[in-house]
């Protein structure tokens, strides 16, 4: 019996090493799962982290640069503002020309032009006082002996200065023509004044 009773032991004590193994190998495949998951759940953590950086890196960035532009847009409608103010006052200067400027404005412009035979000089609506019988005359002396200059009766709506014609050759001379050309070529010069620009 004891032979029986000592297989027995041995049975048992072998189960007991057995389930033993086997709970300890358990226990380690739980802490194993277990670190496995924390492991996950600590590296999606970070990468929630991150990303939730980036957006709001990638948000203040984008509120930054609508600021900018906002504060550039300002900037550039009141450089254009002070440009149009600019201008209108120099047309404003322009058309209170004295009447020897304006002819001098108008000789000068003749002898540039290269016309031969019937010219219309039509005087611009805001220029017409200096149309006179007298100016006319000076102007007609001013022209190249080529030219038959002829002094319109029309006048060019709501402009200063005056316009060549010939056929379909039209020469500008209006203020706001001279103006407007020129407010092309001067404005960056202008605005590096007046802002201190380089």
Do not use: C
């Amino acid at each position: 019996m004891s032979d029986i009773t000592n297989l027995t032991d041995k049975i048992t004590q072998d189960a007991q090493k057995k389930r033993d193994q086997y709970l300890k190998k358990a226990q380690k495949d739980i802490e194993k799962n277990e670190q496995y998951k924390k492991d996950q759940i600590e590296r999606q953590t970070e990468e929630n982290l991150k990303q939730f950086e980036k957006e709001k890196q990638a948000n203040l960035s984008l509120k930054v640069s609508d600021i900018h532009v906002k504060a550039r847009s300002k900037l550039l409608a009141a450089k254009q503002q002070l440009l149009e103010e600019l201008f209108a006052e120099s047309l404003k200067k322009i058309k209170a020309m004295s009447e020897e400027d304006f002819n001098q404005y108008v000789s000068s412009n003749l002898n540039q032009v290269q016309l031969n035979g019937d010219v219309e000089l039509v005087v611009g609506q805001d220029s017409i006082n200096y149309a006179t019988e007298e100016n006319k005359k000076v102007w007609q002396e001013a022209a190249a002996p080529e030219m038959n200059l002829s002094v319109s009766e029309r006048t060019i709506p709501k402009r200063g200065g005056f316009l060549l014609r010939q056929g379909e050759i039209v020469y500008n001379f209006t203020f706001e023509a001279i103006l407007s050309t020129s407010e092309e070529e001067l404005s960056g010069e202008l605005l590096s004044l007046i802002f201190d620009e380089e």
